[in-house]
């Protein structure tokens, strides 16, 4: 079963780098000057680096936690019910 889940994984793995790949390439050989084609490079990588950002802060929100279940303990005190 875990050799279905690894394929997967490595051609969604493949197809993101390939469409980045492509992106890349797209931008630089179209026929702009240097300075537009770094800008929007430049902006590119600051909205990914957002996206990863955000989509990181929400996987550990999803990941952790939500009660603290540990900290409630009986230690046999005397406490009336």
């Not at 780098?17 to 929007?40: D, M, N, T, Y």
Request: aromatic letters at 10%; one cysteine or more.
């Amino acid at each position: 079963m875990s050799t279905c889940n690894d394929k997967a994984a490595a051609a969604v793995i493949a197809f993101v780098s390939g469409a980045f790949i492509g992106s890349v390439a797209a931008l630089l050989l179209a026929p702009k000057p240097g300075r537009e084609v770094r800008e929007k490079l430049s902006d590119f990588g600051d909205n990914a680096a957002e996206k990863v950002k955000r989509y990181t802060r929400e996987a550990k929100f999803k990941v952790s936690p939500k009660s603290k279940v540990g900290d409630y303990r009986y230690d046999g005190g005397d406490a009336w019910i």
